[in-house]
């Protein structure tokens, strides 16, 4: 079946239409809202400093330009983000908050979830309140009166909240990761204007720089295909089971353990730390403290150096991968199921010993998984500075292409399995 086929199929069955439309109403609804600005705030001047700054760029980024625009979305799904974050981190800190994310089944998670959504409060209203001040301080908005500037807190925590609950609306009744699909549109969203300005800057002298730059986009999207879809088959067989005059069992199947199973979750993890030392410096250095301002300059320029900012996004990625892959992948709980269900790794002992052989598994080829994804992140930063062309940074300088390709496979994957299961039933 190719790809026309799949997509009369995909616009035939209802439920499956139903979805896709409901996720694109959901978009649609975003964007509109990332139009709308917070009230009393003229949001002219504030170009000036997203141009200069790359940091406040990579933050409009996830946001999809909706910090630039000041507008009730202007967080976008990084308080959320954030909160996932701090409280994967507190499993490992706390073994009561990990028992219940992993052992708790779907009502544990939907607590861990809700212990989520409450964090992501009080993060939106410290990072509204953060860059309406560093906003002020800078002169790029006028001074705000309290009551204006509460009212301004409230509006972005209320949207940073929409924005969550319609995130989790897609993940519900649409198709894929709703949180995912929200930076995905966000990103995508941007398009055009990077269009025009290529068609604007456009020079004939320039046409080989525009090859090396689309030869080596052409490239990365290869790589976040290729270690996407690679994965380790491991051979699973059954036991023969008698029952009454029936025999179960005995057949021979593999476990399948992708080379990259956190998919683009490390990207997103690493960007949020790896901007919060920048954003923290833009606040230091609007205290008026020389002291505090001299090392918020400091912190700046170390990580304006293109070769320090390469190396820590490098090991950021390469250590989220692993932290994500433990987090949301239990070897033991795997063995303890195929062990109930008679299966065994051929030459490898049920229950420890298959949890001790799948481990040493999972971590040999996260080597690969999570070196590669890595060098796929900084290597869209070493191609812009080759070829000199600045169009689509969004995409090239703050892995927006990744998490593009990313979340299309996902989607795509999700959308197949939709396909295989209605063929299943007709069958």
């Given at each position: 079946?190719?790809?026309?086929?799949?997509?009369?199929?995909?616009?035939?069955?209802?439920?499956?239409?139903?979805?896709?439309?409901?996720?694109?109403?959901?978009?649609?609804?975003?964007?509109?809202?990332?139009?709308?600005?917070?009230?009393?705030?003229?949001?002219?001047?504030?170009?000036?400093?997203?141009?200069?700054?790359?940091?406040?760029?990579?933050?409009?980024?996830?946001?999809?330009?909706?910090?630039?625009?000041?507008?009730?979305?202007?967080?976008?799904?990084?308080?959320?983000?954030?909160?996932?974050?701090?409280?994967?981190?507190?499993?490992?800190?706390?073994?009561?908050?990990?028992?219940?994310?992993?052992?708790?089944?779907e009502?544990?998670?939907?607590?861990?979830?809700?212990?989520?959504?409450?964090?992501?409060?009080?993060?939106?209203?410290?990072?509204?309140?953060?860059?309406?001040?560093?906003?002020?301080?800078?002169?790029?908005?006028?001074?705000?009166?309290?009551?204006?500037?509460?009212?301004?807190?409230?509006?972005?925590?209320?949207?940073?909240?929409?924005?969550?609950w319609?995130?989790?609306?897609?993940?519900?009744?649409?198709?894929?990761?709703?949180?995912?699909?929200?930076?995905?549109?966000?990103?995508?969203?941007?398009?055009?204007?990077?269009?025009?300005?290529?068609?604007?800057?456009?020079?004939?002298?320039?046409?080989?720089?525009?090859?090396?730059?689309?030869?080596?986009?052409?490239?990365?999207?290869?790589?976040?295909?290729?270690?996407?879809?690679?994965?380790?088959?491991?051979?699973?067989?059954?036991?023969?089971?008698?029952?009454g005059?029936?025999?179960?069992?005995?057949?021979?199947?593999?476990?399948?353990?992708?080379?990259?199973?956190?998919?683009?979750?490390?990207?997103?993890?690493?960007?949020?730390?790896?901007?919060?030392?920048?954003m923290?410096?833009?606040?230091?250095?609007a205290?008026?403290?020389?002291?505090?301002?001299?090392?918020?300059?400091?912190?700046?320029?170390?990580?304006k150096?293109?070769?320090?900012?390469?190396?820590?996004?490098?090991?950021?990625?390469?250590l989220?991968?692993?932290?994500?892959?433990?987090?949301?992948?239990?070897?033991?709980?795997?063995?303890?199921?195929?062990?109930?269900?008679?299966?065994?790794?051929?030459?490898?002992?049920?229950?420890?010993?298959?949890?001790?052989?799948?481990?040493?598994?999972?971590?040999?080829?996260?080597?690969?998984?999570?070196?590669?994804?890595?060098?796929?992140?900084?290597?869209?930063?070493?191609?812009?500075?080759?070829?000199?062309?600045?169009?689509?940074s969004?995409?090239?300088?703050?892995?927006?292409?990744?998490i593009?390709?990313?979340?299309?496979?996902?989607?795509?994957?999700?959308?197949?399995?939709?396909?295989?299961?209605?063929?299943?039933?007709?069958?």
């Amino acid at each position: 079946m190719n790809w026309f086929q799949k997509l009369i199929l995909i616009f035939k069955d209802k439920q499956l239409r139903g979805k896709i439309l409901f996720v694109l109403g959901v978009f649609g609804v975003f964007r509109l809202m990332a139009n709308i600005p917070i009230p009393g705030i003229n949001v002219e001047n504030l170009r000036k400093i997203f141009a200069r700054s790359p940091m406040l760029g990579l933050f409009d980024l996830f946001a999809g330009g909706a910090l630039s625009k000041l507008s009730i979305v202007m967080l976008g799904l990084g308080p959320y983000i954030t909160a996932v974050i701090i409280l994967q981190l507190l499993t490992m800190i706390f073994p009561s908050l990990e028992k219940m994310y992993k052992e708790e089944g779907e009502r544990g998670r939907q607590k861990f979830n809700q212990y989520g959504r409450i964090l992501t409060v009080p993060l939106a209203a410290l990072q509204g309140y953060g860059m309406l001040t560093l906003f002020q301080k800078q002169g790029f908005i006028p001074p705000l009166s309290l009551p204006l500037l509460l009212a301004s807190v409230a509006t972005i925590v209320g949207g940073a909240m929409l924005l969550m609950w319609l995130g989790e609306l897609i993940s519900e009744k649409g198709i894929g990761n709703g949180v995912s699909l929200l930076i995905f549109a966000g990103i995508v969203a941007r398009t055009p204007s990077e269009v025009g300005k290529l068609a604007v800057g456009w020079n004939v002298a320039n046409i080989p720089s525009y090859i090396l730059f689309f030869v080596g986009a052409l490239f990365i999207i290869t790589g976040v295909v290729l270690i996407n879809e690679a994965r380790r088959n491991i051979p699973i067989s059954y036991a023969k089971r008698v029952r009454g005059q029936k025999v179960y069992g005995g057949v021979s199947t593999y476990l399948p353990m992708m080379v990259n199973p956190a998919g683009v979750i490390p990207i997103i993890f690493a960007l949020s730390l790896l901007l919060f030392p920048g954003m923290l410096a833009n606040l230091l250095s609007a205290t008026g403290n020389p002291t505090w301002a001299n090392f918020a300059i400091g912190i700046n320029n170390i990580l304006k150096n293109l070769w320090v900012y390469g190396i820590l996004y490098f090991v950021l990625v390469f250590l989220f991968t692993y932290f994500y892959t433990a987090i949301t992948f239990d070897p033991k709980a795997i063995a303890e199921n195929l062990q109930k269900m008679g299966g065994f790794v051929p030459g490898i002992r049920p229950g420890a010993s298959t949890a001790e052989f799948l481990h040493k598994i999972l971590y040999r080829i996260l080597i690969i998984g999570a070196s590669f994804l890595g060098s796929v992140a900084v290597l869209p930063t070493v191609i812009q500075s080759l070829t000199g062309v600045h169009a689509f940074s969004f995409l090239v300088g703050g892995t927006g292409l990744l998490i593009i390709v990313s979340v299309v496979l996902d989607t795509w994957r999700q959308i197949k399995a939709q396909l295989e299961m209605k063929e299943y039933e007709r069958f």
